[in-house]
């Protein structure tokens, strides 16, 4: 596993640029104290890989995992385990009415499941259940939702999204096939790419033997964090 | 002590109590039943104008034409009296609805310094409900309702004799043809007809001169009957018009709500469920049911919850009347478990799953229950009780095998070629192409015992240029009924904000 930081092709604020943010940050903290960003936590998830690189999924941000749709429904069931050993509640927004409960049982009491007409449906359900700030964990599943669907996402919603997790503790994770959400603060990929021997092994290997890759945002000590860098983990 | 509650103009308050505008105007109650009878409660203006009771309307708006009729209302009578008799309630649990309109309280046992204070109260209360009340406190029944009669607003009885003494005789209610009789005599107050020997006045008059004699003299005593104040909270309005915009209804809705809140203070309990009807102009009725999923009396959560159900509902008549029930329950006590992450505010929870209903239909949201079948996708939504599910986390089972399924709903129709008993080619408008390997068939039925017959024969498919699906073979069509791992079909959204970084030793 390796783990770096401050390599980012995003763009870096420097000088005073850099305090011009830093000032407009301290005008609409002065202005708007209630807008402050809570303090977020992290959910565990129970995967090596990811709780090595960050401890778990960060609470109060938006992460995006962009993987393969096998990989993204095996997430799924791994993050319905946590959400039984945690005695919390999760939603499922379901993008494409695909969600299939075989296997994870043991946490449809503790799961609301949101079937969307399309994947716009699904993000304004998602910002409902965000503004509602009841459900420590919301999952939603853009995976097999039509690439159509998917570009007519305005991509000031992922912002939004944002700033609604910054105001909550809940963990968002937004389930995608390629990497969209501009604002996540934390991305989730893994290598993909299954064969049908895949269906004779243990959910649980399976879960672990992906190649999962984290990549952060590095939070500035400031009330939203700064893109400043970015770091990977990853399990071999 | 007994105290009597007394609503003047009963119905005509009931039918204004939401119609506060109307108040200071000439208004005056008519019965649609029997529209013979003629006007049968006025309001001090229209009274100011010359209108009386029993006039016919017509009579009455040649009077004064800017008379307000307005028809007299069962069901708006029927939340004034409960609110009447629950304010009964508050003082003593022995209470008599004596009539439409007042109530009779035995006070026996209540230490009371200041009799007029406790009436005070109550009628501050009733103010509070909307209804103007006036109380009478006595040493008994009738003594307590003449002084409520006479109660601006409260009147306490200490002296029976001085407060019968300057009473005209009329007060006491009696037969014309006795009354006659006592006013040929000279007698016109209770002074005057207390005066005469008891005994005496029987003999010429019978024993109903007996019995007013008895009342004159502030004597009699009659045990109450009891009612039990039944616990349930209503409000009803009908409109003069019909309505087809929620505006009035929320309006209304939200007056509603203040009064109700404050009855369900009065009896110390909060709402549990809500019922809201809506008589519409085809006669029918809309109706629906609110379970509080952390019952409350707080007008704003109860609001929100009619609100956004009313927001997104549409109805094919219109409504011409609006009503509220309560069912009340008891304020629940919750202690918080150590490691349990209950929902922080049901209320609002149960609010956005009606947002969220409204949204996607309810249809589409709730906790997954899966059916005690065997049939594939055989499972349905239903309302999440989060709040209500045991303390104890049932263990994660983490010994599935293989990859979950993504289903298609509903399943896509394929054509496979079969060689040998195995799919080796799919043609299908989501995939195509050849197989390379097949596992299965995996076959299942069931209802062969009755009509709702199925059976399925599933394989699991791996293709040539990348993908996991499962096919399924339904008599003799075919159809892929979901994937276990998909190639991404690309968004064209441009370049990713995030760069996969190389590792150094890379």
Same mark, same amino acid.
């Given at each position: 596993m390796t783990l770096l930081e401050n390599t980012s092709p995003l763009p870096v604020y420097q000088g005073e640029q850099a305090e011009k943010i830093v000032r407009l940050r301290d005008i609409l903290a002065e202005k708007f104290p209630a807008m402050q960003p809570k303090a977020g936590g992290i959910l565990r998830t129970g995967l090596a890989a990811i709780d090595a690189a960050?401890?778990?999924?960060?609470? &109060? &941000?938006?992460t995006e995992l962009s993987t393969a749709s096998g990989l993204g429904a095996l997430f799924i069931q791994a993050m319905l385990g946590v959400v039984c050993r945690e005695r919390c509640f999760a939603a499922l927004v379901d993008g494409a009415r695909s969600f299939e409960p075989v296997g994870a049982e043991a946490a449809l009491a503790r799961l609301l499941v949101v079937f969307c007409a399309d994947a716009l449906q699904a993000v304004k359900a998602a910002d409902l259940l965000l503004r509602d700030g009841n459900i420590a964990l919301i999952m939603l599943d853009l995976q097999a939702a039509p690439p159509r669907q998917l570009q007519r996402i305005p991509a000031n919603t992922w912002h939004r999204l944002q700033r609604l997790a910054e105001q909550t503790t809940t963990a968002v994770v937004v389930l995608t096939p390629e990497p969209m959400v501009e604002a996540a603060q934390v991305r989730i990929t893994a290598g993909d790419g299954w064969t049908l021997a895949a269906q004779r092994r243990w959910q649980r290997d399976l879960i672990e033997t992906a190649r999962w890759r984290v990549f952060a945002r590095r939070a500035s000590g400031r009330p939203s964090p700064v893109w400043e860098g970015a770091r990977e983990s990853s399990t071999a | 002590m007994f105290a009597v509650i007394l609503l003047p103009n009963f119905r005509l308050q009931a039918a204004l109590r939401f119609r506060e505008e109307l108040r200071v105007l000439p208004v005056a109650l008519v019965d649609e039943q029997a529209p013979k009878a003629g006007l049968l409660e006025i309001s001090e203006a229209a009274a100011r104008a010359g209108v009386m009771p029993g006039q016919t309307s017509p009579q009455a708006l040649a009077r004064c034409a800017a008379l307000t009729i307005l028809a007299r209302s069962l069901a708006e009578e029927r939340g004034a009296q409960a609110a009447l008799i629950e304010m009964g309630g508050t003082l003593s649990p022995e209470i008599e609805a004596t009539a439409d309109g007042f109530c009779t309280v035995n006070l026996r046992g209540l230490r009371v310094k200041d009799w007029q204070a406790l009436g005070a109260g109550v009628v501050t209360g009733l103010a509070s409900l909307q209804l103007s009340a006036q109380v009478g406190i006595g040493p008994n029944p009738d003594l307590a309702f003449l002084a409520a009669r006479h109660a601006r607003p409260v009147l306490v009885v200490q002296s029976p004799t001085a407060f019968l003494a300057n009473l005209a005789l009329h007060e006491l209610d009696p037969a014309p043809e006795l009354l006659a009789v006592l006013r040929d005599w000279g007698i016109h107050n209770l002074a005057q007809l207390t005066s005469l020997p008891q005994g005496d006045l029987m003999d010429r008059l019978g024993p109903e001169a007996g019995r007013l004699w008895e009342r004159a003299a502030g004597r009699t005593e009659r045990p109450l009957r009891i009612v039990r104040a039944v616990e349930e909270f209503s409000e009803a309005f009908d409109f003069e018009h019909e309505i087809d915009t929620a505006e009035p209804l929320l309006f209304l809705l939200r007056r509603f709500l203040d009064q109700l809140a404050l009855r369900l203070a009065n009896a110390c309990r909060v709402a549990g469920q809500i019922k809201l009807t809506l008589p519409l102009a085809n006669g /029918?009725?809309? %109706?629906? #049911?609110? *379970?509080? +999923?952390? +019952? *409350?009396?707080s007008v704003d959560v109860l609001f929100r919850i009619l609100h956004t159900h009313l927001? /997104?509902? $549409?109805?094919?008549?219109?409504?011409? /009347?609006? $009503?509220?029930?309560? *069912? +009340? #329950?008891? #304020? %629940? $006590?919750?202690?918080?478990?150590?490691?349990e992450t209950p929902l922080r505010d049901p209320n609002r929870f149960g609010e956005t799953l009606g947002r969220l209903a409204a949204l996607v239909g309810e249809e589409n949201i709730g906790v997954m229950e899966m059916l005690d079948t065997h049939r594939p996708d055989s499972i349905r939504l239903r309302p999440p009780r989060f709040h209500e599910l045991a303390n104890a986390a049932p263990p994660a089972d983490d010994l599935t095998v293989g990859l979950p399924l993504r289903r298609y709903r509903p399943p896509i129709a394929a054509e496979v070629r079969v060689v040998k008993h195995e799919p080796v080619r799919l043609e299908s408008a989501r995939v195509s192409g050849a197989i390379r390997a097949a596992l299965g068939p995996y076959r299942a039925s069931g209802g062969w015992w009755d009509s709702d017959r199925w059976s399925t024969e599933e394989w699991d498919v791996e293709m040539e240029q990348r993908g996991l699906y499962r096919l399924a073979r339904v008599g003799h069509e075919w159809r892929i009924e979901g994937s276990y791992d998909e190639p991404p079909r690309a968004t064209r959204r441009g370049a990713p904000p995030l760069a996969e970084i190389p590792s150094p030793g890379a």
């Open positions: 960050e401890g778990g999924l960060r609470r &109060a &941000a938006v | /029918g009725a809309y %109706e629906r #049911a609110f *379970t509080i +999923p952390s +019952p *409350t009396a927001d /997104g509902l $549409r109805l094919d008549h219109c409504a011409t /009347g609006l $009503r509220l029930l309560i *069912t +009340p #329950a008891q #304020a %629940e $006590r919750q202690q918080f478990q150590l490691f």
